[in-house]
T-cell receptor, first 116, second 114 residues
Framework: KAGVTQTPRYLIKTRGQQVTLSCSPI?????VSWYQQTPGQGLQFLFE???????NKGNFPGRFSGRQFSNSRSEMNVSTLELGDSALYLC???????????????FGSGTQLSVL | AQSVTQLDSQVPVFEEAPVELRCNYS??????LFWYVQYPNQGLQLLLK??????LVKGINGFEAEFNKSQTSFHLRKPSVHISDTAEYFC????????????FGTGTRLTIIP
């Protein structure tokens, strides 16, 4: 069974640009969550999608958005990039929606975004 | 809202020595607790989790953690570490009801010294 796949692995952008990151969950998983990882801040929750609906949202500005498709693949978009958006963006999938006691997150290797 | 504190950002340990990585949480309601490990250039993977029942939880790779409700702690331990345990370890918490998100700590980088 293939794991969680994130593309691209590395991305370099300049301030003001926008970027789209992609995440393909494990086959059969309907929940996809996104996290921003920076040194010293740990993992900050961005949002979670379950069956194409955003079910949870973290405390990030509206420049960060996402969506989920009918095949459970998810995309995350960041508009008007700022230097502080440089981070590793991790996607995680789960077979159960958040709130289930059987919830176990499977993480991808992440997309390393550098904003210059 | 819940929060997690990992006081030690870096922990160096000699090979075959024991290790304890500390995690304290804050929540006004009952919680589920997790430890995840991130090896270099990889995503996170679940080490162990506490949902209910026995407060001593055993996970993969010889790790275990003990839930202490009075101390609001969930420290991770291993009696004898290997070089391959070098990684970053994250403690996480969420409420045990509803569609709540996981809240992660800032991580502890464990370095094993040969």
């Amino acid at each position: 069974k293939a794991g969680v796949t994130q593309t691209p692995r590395y991305l370099i952008k300049t301030r003001g640009q926008q970027v789209t990151l992609s995440c393909s969950p494990i086959s059969g998983h309907r929940s996809v969550s996104w996290y921003q990882q920076t040194p010293g801040q740990g993992l900050q929750f961005l949002f979670e999608y379950f069956s194409e609906t955003q079910r949870n949202k973290g405390n990030f500005p509206g420049r960060f958005s996402g969506r989920q498709f009918s095949n459970s693949r998810s995309e995350m978009n960041v508009s008007t990039l700022e230097l502080g958006d440089s981070a590793l963006y991790l996607c995680a999938s789960s077979s159960a929606g958040t709130g289930s006691t059987n919830e176990k997150l499977f993480f991808g290797s992440g997309t390393q975004l550098s904003v210059l | 809202a819940q929060s997690v504190t990992q006081l030690d950002s870096q922990v160096p340990v000699f090979e075959e020595a024991p290790v304890e990585l500390r995690c304290n949480y804050s929540s006004s309601v009952s919680v589920y607790l997790f430890w995840y490990v991130q090896y270099p250039n990889q995503g996170l993977q679940l080490l162990l989790k506490y949902l209910s029942g026995s407060t001593l939880v055993k996970g993969i790779n010889g790790f275990e953690a003990e839930f202490n409700k009075s101390q609001t702690s969930f420290h991770l331990r291993k009696p004898s570490v290997h070089i391959s345990d070098t990684a970053e370890y994250f403690c996480a918490v969420r409420h045990n009801f509803g569609n709540e998100k996981l809240t992660f700590g800032t991580g502890t980088r464990l370095t094993i010294i040969p």
